[in-house]
C-alpha cells in the first residue's frame, strides 16, 4: 500500500509529518465495499441558512449554519446522489425529529445555546429531496442509528457497506461513521460530501475516523466506482442485481 495516497487528503496541511508516521501502520487498500446503501446525514435546511458566506459571518444570526463549507459540498454531493441512484442503490437520509415530546428535555450534554425547533428547518435540502421509495429517518440524537430502525431496513435489504455523507463531520457524521463500524458495516465516508461548521473540526476528524474506523474516498473515487456498477448492471442479465 502506497502510504502518500492512503494520507492524501484533506489533513495533510495540519497534521504534522511526525503524526502521519505515528499512525502509518493503518495505511490500507481504501474501496468501496460489497452491497452498498447511500446514508446522507441530516442535509436539512438549517445547515445552509445564511446563504454561501464565512461562517463568523453567517453565525451571527444563524448559529447552527455551517455556511460556505455547506454549499461548497452541494455540487459534489449531488453528483454522489446521481451516481448512487443510477446505480440502484437505497438511499437513507437522517433529520431531527421536532416533535415536542421525542426528546426529553431535561437531558443536555452541553450549555450550548437551543437550536430552533421550526419543522421546516428540517426539511430535506430541495437539491437533495427524497425520491419515491427512499427512506428518511427521524432521530433525536447524533448517531443514525440511536432509536431508529435503520439496522432492521440495512439488515433486511442485505446491505454490507454504507456510504455516509452530510453534516457535522465531527457531530452527526461521526457518531453514525462509529456506530456503522461498531454493527460491522464497511463504512466510507466521501470527503468531498461531508462537512461541518469548522475546517479543522472537519479534517482532524475525517483523518481520525480514517485511520479507525472508515475508509475516507474522494468523491471521484466513489463516483467511478458506482458508474462501473451501473455499467455491470445494464448489461446483466434479467433478474441480477447491481448492488
Given at each position: 500500500m502506497d502510504a502518500d495516497r492512503f494520507e492524501d487528503h484533506c489533513w495533510r496541511d495540519i497534521i504534522a509529518p511526525?503524526?502521519?508516521?505515528?499512525?502509518?501502520?493503518?495505511?490500507?487498500?481504501?474501496?468501496?465495499?460489497?452491497?452498498?446503501?447511500?446514508?446522507?446525514?441530516?442535509?436539512?435546511?438549517?445547515?445552509?441558512?445564511?446563504?454561501?458566506?464565512?461562517?463568523?459571518?453567517?453565525?451571527?444570526?444563524?448559529?447552527?449554519?455551517?455556511?460556505?463549507?455547506?454549499?461548497?459540498?452541494?455540487?459534489?454531493?449531488?453528483?454522489?446522489?446521481?451516481?448512487?441512484?443510477?446505480a440502484g442503490l437505497p438511499v437513507f437520509y437522517t433529520t431531527s425529529d421536532t416533535r415536542p415530546l421525542s426528546s426529553p428535555g431535561a437531558v443536555q450534554a452541553t450549555r450550548r445555546r437551543g437550536v430552533?425547533?421550526?419543522?421546516?428547518?428540517?426539511?430535506?435540502?430541495?437539491?437533495?429531496?427524497?425520491?419515491?421509495?427512499?427512506?428518511?429517518?427521524?432521530?433525536?440524537?447524533a448517531s443514525?442509528?440511536?432509536?431508529?430502525?435503520?439496522?432492521?431496513?440495512?439488515?433486511?435489504?442485505?446491505?454490507?457497506?454504507?456510504?455516509?455523507?452530510?453534516?457535522?463531520?465531527?457531530?452527526?457524521?461521526?457518531a453514525s461513521a462509529v456506530e456503522a463500524y461498531s454493527h460491522g458495516f464497511h463504512v466510507v465516508l466521501v470527503e468531498e460530501c461531508c462537512f461541518d461548521r469548522s475546517l479543522l473540526s472537519h479534517k482532524v476528524n475525517l483523518f481520525d475516523m480514517h485511520h479507525k474506523y472508515a475508509d475516507v474516498m474522494s468523491v471521484a473515487e466513489v463516483v467511478e466506482h458506482l458508474d462501473g456498477t451501473a455499467t455491470a448492471a445494464d448489461i446483466s442479465p434479467v433478474g441480477s442485481g447491481a448492488r
Open positions: 511526525d503524526l502521519i508516521e505515528l499512525y502509518s501502520h493503518y495505511a490500507r487498500r481504501t474501496f468501496v465495499g460489497p452491497a452498498p446503501a447511500l446514508l446522507a446525514i441530516d442535509l436539512y435546511e438549517l445547515a445552509y441558512q445564511g446563504g454561501n458566506q464565512p461562517v463568523p459571518i453567517v453565525s451571527r444570526t444563524f448559529p447552527s449554519a455551517c455556511g460556505e463549507y455547506a454549499w461548497n459540498a452541494i455540487e459534489p454531493t449531488q453528483r454522489l446522489f446521481a451516481a448512487a441512484r443510477g430552533p425547533v421550526d419543522p421546516a428547518l428540517y426539511e430535506i435540502k430541495g437539491e437533495f429531496a427524497p425520491q419515491a421509495g427512499d427512506v428518511v429517518l427521524t432521530k433525536t440524537r443514525a442509528f440511536f432509536g431508529t430502525p435503520l439496522v432492521a431496513h440495512l439488515t433486511q435489504m442485505g446491505i454490507r457497506t454504507l456510504i455516509l455523507c452530510g453534516e457535522s463531520t465531527s457531530g452527526c457524521v461521526r
